[in-house]
């Protein structure tokens, strides 16, 4: 079984640049997450998709943050603007369903200058 | 109060012997309870995951859960260098769709 896959690996760029990660899922896990893991904390959620909606966004900072999941399978997180204190590894989880053990991806790591 | 706390550590063991990872939650309506080892540089691989009060097994790994005093350890037997990561204990209500919430993790350290 293929894991969750996410891209890139590692990005760099300034502050007040955009960025965007992609993810994909394991086949037939219906359940979405994106983390942030800032180095020495555990991952903290950042947004979770049922499917194609969002079910929780409480601690995405929408100013800035936003992510999709339009056909229910890849999802897309963006950063505009972003600041230095978005470094961060950006994690990419999945389940069969909600609150069912979940799958994390490689992450990708990001560093602001 | 921290909803799930972890001792960072690092929690040093010889090789061989029993590593005992403790963690307690605050939300008394958790129902699930993960845990997940961190190797440095790498994402979370989950290890175990337990549902009800008592023990469950899985090789080396035991987890154990305690919901009368919101306790959850993690004991890995026969300790090897190769178990040296950080493990993250993760907890959620079960319910609706409340999201997982995670302790900063313990750092283990297998002395060979």
């Known amino acids: 079984e293929a894991g969750v896959a996410q891209s890139p690996r590692y990005k760099i760029i300034e502050k007040r640049q955009s960025v965007a990660f992609w993810c994909n899922p394991i086949?037939?896990?219906?359940?979405l997450y994106w983390y942030q893991q800032i180095l020495g904390q555990g991952p903290k959620l950042l947004i979770q998709f049922q499917n194609n909606g969002v079910v929780d966004d409480s601690q995405l900072p929408k100013d800035r943050f936003s992510a999709e999941r339009l056909k229910g399978v890849d999802s897309t997180l963006k950063i505009q603007p972003a600041k230095l204190e978005d470094s961060a590894v950006y994690l990419c989880?999945?389940?069969?369903?909600?609150?069912?053990?979940?799958?994390f991806g490689d992450g990708t790591r990001l560093s602001i200058l | 109060q921290k909803e799930v706390e972890q001792n960072s550590g690092p929690l040093s063991v010889p090789e061989g012997a029993i590593a005992s990872l403790n963690c307690t939650y605050s939300d008394r309506g958790s129902q699930s309870f993960f845990w997940y080892r961190q190797y440095s540089g790498k994402s979370p691989e989950l290890i175990m995951f337990i549902y009800s009060n008592g023990d469950k097994e899985d090789g080396r790994f035991t987890a154990q859960l305690n919901k009368a005093s919101q306790y959850v350890s993690l004991l890995i037997r026969d300790s090897q260098p190769s178990d040296s990561a950080t493990y993250l204990c993760?907890?959620?209500?079960?319910?609706?769709?409340?999201?997982?919430?995670f302790g900063k993790g313990t750092r283990l350290s297998v002395i060979a």
């Open positions: 086949s037939g896990h219906a359940t």
């Open positions: 993760a907890v959620n209500k079960n319910s609706g769709n409340t999201p997982l919430v």
């Open positions: 989880a999945s389940s069969p369903a909600t609150n069912q053990p979940q799958h």
